[in-house]
DNA sequence: GCCTCCCGCCATCCA
DNA sequence: TGGATGGCGGGAGGC
């Protein structure tokens, strides 16, 4: 008895780790198809981290249990067996007092923490009848929702997967982790798919391409519904009001809309997927067309009627009230799904004929520049720049490569290395001296080149890649950055695509500080690259010993370890704003391969994508110039911490300011012209308020715990005068410092709201303008906190909710939990912040308007406990499941493996 | 009472 | 022919 004690507690055991169920995830799906010992399993699943609760498993999967889930209930009332009757058991013999606590626990529990709910779920399925059991836990209609069922799903995979690795979804294997029918999967992978976040490769199986092309696909969508004239469209529905009975199809063509079936979506489709003959992908490309909807939209706010209706006139179909329900619905589905990527957020539009559900795009506005164009754009200018500046760059190239490339950080460097060896002739290598990596800039583009044609060998995926081709895009198409203070607010449009913007904003920022502190600090391989001393840095003076680069880019997507620090890859960023069209087109086509299914725990731990949080204090100011350019071209996002050394630093600053500022210019110039004009204005409008090119330094004084530590942190990124537009480069990354206490004087910290990206702060809201104060808990009244806008510009960051002084709360500084992500810590706010690996202020978002599904859903595992989330009510399952014949088959049948 | 949207029937596709 | 897909809409939960 003693041993099940043990063991039942160690089953309950809510704060079991999950680590154990994201390294086994593939394996257990694998494992759950086949039958196991219920005793045995039973116990596992807590540890696994599922997000299903006993009673759910018993009934949807089958897997776990060869049976079908009607079978499933019978038997287990039936069976003294089956894993329900162990548990019961075990549960018996267990304390009461255990039974007791966890059953109240429950009880306040949240939905989210799913761990939590499962355990509780378990004990009240073990200690109450059956029929008791479902009735109390059965999980509420939230809980089961297909948005929670996506936030699940995508907690699987890593939004940005190495390209070295491909990772298969096993539509079976997801299904039965989620302890959901596949049939739910589906409604997911369709319109993942048709953002092309997953493609199809197999029957049952979808390769994860994460969101590293999620800006090219936005971008094409844009375009198409540019094209579409959705915009048009949707103004016409809403200007006339038109109800589905009045709005007519032919209408529409009168007033010049182009017939629908005319347009050309064959770039939106799949051209080599097996499901491409099919005429039912509605779903995808009803998914695609609502993301042109909010794309198109200036109000980026789409009304699930007008949405509807417009599905409705495009498909031809006759508007009648059935079809337009029937639209509604499947505009919920996909809704939830694009909430669940950020992308759109719930709201009301009260018009005159009442309140309408709708949707809210909170995704990235400015989607111009992807990943790889900013690889492709940097490799072609390094040889613009000066040695000094061409080893930090390279360092972001590795680092850029390593993110986007085939390979870690390590591969990419050996490369490189070799790459560099095999051309003696080589300028940069003459001029290589400062040791770590001298890369010639060139030779750097053309394995870039190599790599991404190694990459398309790999057809796997790319083949039924939904998005057309990259070459279909186009690179300088202008995209006019729609700002809007509320998609700041939400942590999780930020997160989500905070990489490429981070990039921009690491490029606008060149102070020496950038870039270094974020990426080297998490990644261990990192280390292996020893960044020649970054030079031309304009500096801070500070006391140098305690000084650390914390962080210049944040990361911004998700990267093990290192990963996210390659955002810092300032040079990349400059350069992506002047992607060679055909290198883009090249890079557009590749797709990087999958990386295998990661252990969920560690997957998550990728997923940081925040920007810093750019705290600034003014400096002494420089010449405009100067510091404009350093900011854009030194990057250092790849040095790690420990190899920054202060004195470097100092001396690259002195070096840099002169010379920085040549390429600065540059990368401006690179930038593409129809943006930067475009991008410019919000900078310009900062202009005002701001010194333009001096580098500020925000100094924070260590709070209470952080002993000694103060925060120095760059925060004049503008890049007005020279720079890349402030919109797209936006100096988010924020080069900072910790310093000691002793070191430091009091200094007001500001925070400016303004921001300067796209997804930032509302133009009319926060202008790029001054800094704005606000109260900074912890420091005093000496103390303010002053946020650059340039930092607020990356989406992800946590800086978002900093766009808005007043959304949010006391800010309190801390530490970015660096450590914590390297090591797959699970961070609760990282989901908001997602911030680089180095952030080392962060603007608490707890006061910010942010939905609190979004948070708690991108990266929080614990969102993912609800223990009810995948449940069904078993009541009703009974009812139907008598019709149920059908549907049985898209159920998981584990039963052919399973013991049974 | 309306909004949401889960659930699963059943048609279609494909091997 | 059977499994894979996914359109579709009934109907129930939630507010």
Not at 729 to 747: E, I, N, R
Request: hydrophobic share 30%; aromatic share 6%.
């Amino acid at each position: 008895m003693e041993v099940n004690c043990l063991t039942l507690k160690d089953l309950i055991n809510p704060r079991q780790p999950r680590l154990d169920f994201a390294t086994e995830d593939g394996e257990n799906a694998q494992k759950e198809n086949i039958f196991v010992d219920p005793s045995r399993m039973a116990p596992k699943t807590p540890i696994k981290n599922e997000p299903i609760d006993l009673s759910k498993q018993k009934i949807f999967t089958p897997e776990r249990n060869p049976i079908t889930p009607v079978k499933l209930v019978d038997r287990h009332q039936a069976e003294p067996w089956t894993p329900t009757a162990n548990l019961k058991m075990l549960i018996s013999a267990a304390s009461p007092d255990i039974r007791d606590r966890e059953k109240k626990k429950g009880l306040f529990r949240p939905i989210e923490n799913k761990d939590n709910a499962f355990t509780d779920s378990l004990q009240l399925d073990v200690g109450d009848t059956a029929m008791d059991v479902f009735q109390k836990r059965r999980p509420s209609r939230k809980q089961k929702s297909l948005g929670l069922l996506c936030q699940k799903f995508l907690a699987r995979y890593p939004s940005y997967p190495l390209s070295t690795e491909k990772t298969t979804i096993s539509l079976d294997e997801v299904a039965v982790s989620l302890g959901v029918e596949r049939r739910r999967i589906y409604d997911i992978v369709n319109v993942l798919e048709s953002l092309h976040l997953v493609s199809r490769v197999a029957k049952n199986q979808y390769g994860w391409h994460g969101r590293h092309s999620l800006p090219k696909t936005l971008r094409t969508l844009q375009r198409l519904g540019e094209k579409q004239k959705y915009e048009e469209q949707m103004a016409h529905l809403q200007q006339r009001e038109l109800d589905l009975v009045d709005y007519k199809f032919g209408d529409r063509k009168k007033d010049g809309y182009p017939d629908p079936q005319l347009l050309d979506f064959s770039e939106l489709d799949y051209p080599s997927s097996s499901a491409n003959s099919r005429k039912d992908k509605s779903l995808r490309i009803m998914s695609q067309k609502f993301v042109m909807l909010f794309l198109v939209s200036k109000t980026k706010i789409v009304t699930l009627d007008v949405a509807a209706k417009i599905l409705i006139e495009e498909s031809q179909d006759t508007p009648d009230h059935s079809k337009f329900k029937t639209k509604v619905r499947r505009l919920y589905d996909i809704a939830n799904v694009l909430t669940s990527l950020a992308l759109i957020e719930k709201v009301h539009v009260t018009e005159e004929r009442g309140r309408k559900p709708a949707f809210k795009w909170i995704g990235p506005v400015d989607f111009s520049s992807s990943d790889e164009e900013l690889v492709d754009v940097s490799a072609s200018v390094l040889p613009e720049f000066k040695r000094e500046t061409r080893d930090q760059i390279q360092v972001c190239a590795i680092e850029k490569l390593a993110r986007h490339g085939s390979f870690n950080r390590v591969q990419a460097s050996e490369r490189i290395q070799r790459k560099v060896d095999s051309e003696p002739s080589s300028p940069s290598r003459e001029e290589r001296g400062s040791g770590g990596f001298s890369l010639e800039f060139g030779s750097l583009a053309a394995i870039y080149q190599q790599k991404i044609e190694d990459n398309s060998q790999e057809k796997g995926f790319e083949s039924n890649s939904v998005m057309p081709p990259s070459s279909s895009l186009d690179p300088a198409a202008p995209f006019p950055i729609r700002s809007d203070s509320e998609y700041c607010v939400n942590p999780l449009a930020h997160q989500a695509f905070s990489m490429p913007q981070t990039d921009l904003q690491t490029l606008s920022i060149h102070s020496g500080l950038n870039g270094q502190g974020g990426v080297s600090l998490a990644a261990p391989d990192v280390e292996s690259l020893k960044p020649a001393p970054l030079a031309s840095q304009p500096l801070l003076y500070v006391p140098s010993t305690s000084l650390f680069m914390l962080c210049g880019s944040l990361p911004e997507g998700p990267s093990p370890g290192s990963e996210k620090d390659s955002r810092s890859s300032d040079v990349s960023a400059a350069a992506e704003q002047s992607s060679t069209p055909s290198v883009q087109k090249r890079l557009s086509e590749e797709r990087k391969p999958q990386g295998e299914e990661e252990p969920a725990t560690k997957r998550q731990s990728r997923d940081y994508e925040d920007g810093p949080l750019s705290l600034v204090m003014p400096k002494k100011p420089s010449d405009s110039t100067d510091i404009a350019s350093p900011k854009t071209l030194n990057n250092r996002g790849s040095v790690p911490l420990e190899d920054i050394h202060l004195n470097g630093q100092l001396c690259a600053a002195k070096e840099c300011s002169g010379k920085t500022t040549a390429n600065g210019f540059v990368s401006s110039e690179w930038g593409n012209p129809s943006r930067s004009t475009e991008v410019e204005k919000p900078s310009k409008d900062n202009e005002g308020t701001k010194q333009p090119s001096l580098l500020q330094y925000l100094y924070v004084q260590s709070p209470t715990g952080l002993n000694g530590f103060n925060v120095l942190l760059s925060g004049s990124q503008t890049p007005h005068a020279v720079g890349p537009p402030s919109g797209q480069l936006p100096s988010l990354s924020v080069p900072c410092m910790v310093l000691p206490s002793s070191a430091l004087g009091p200094f007001p910290i500001l925070y400016s709201p303004t921001m300067a990206g796209p997804v930032s702060s509302a133009p009319g809201t926060l202008p790029n303008t001054g800094p704005v104060n606000f109260g900074l808990p912890g420091f005093g009244s000496m103390a303010h906190l002053l946020i650059s806008p340039a930092a607020m510009v990356n989406p992800k960051s946590s800086t978002l909710p900093s766009t808005d002084p007043q959304l949010q709360g006391p800010c309190s500084l801390h530490l970015s939990p660096v450590m914590s992500r390297s090591h797959n810590v699970s961070q609760p706010e990282s989901p908001i912040y997602g911030g680089p690996p180095v952030s080392v202020v962060k603007v608490q978002q707890s006061s910010a308007p942010v939905t609190p599904k979004n948070i708690q859903h991108t990266r929080c595992e614990t969102f993912f406990k609800t223990p009810g989330s995948l449940g069904d009510p078993v009541l009703r399952r009974e009812s139907k499941q008598s019709r149920n014949t059908s549907s049985a088959q898209r159920r998981l049948e584990i039963s052919s493996s399973g013991a049974d």
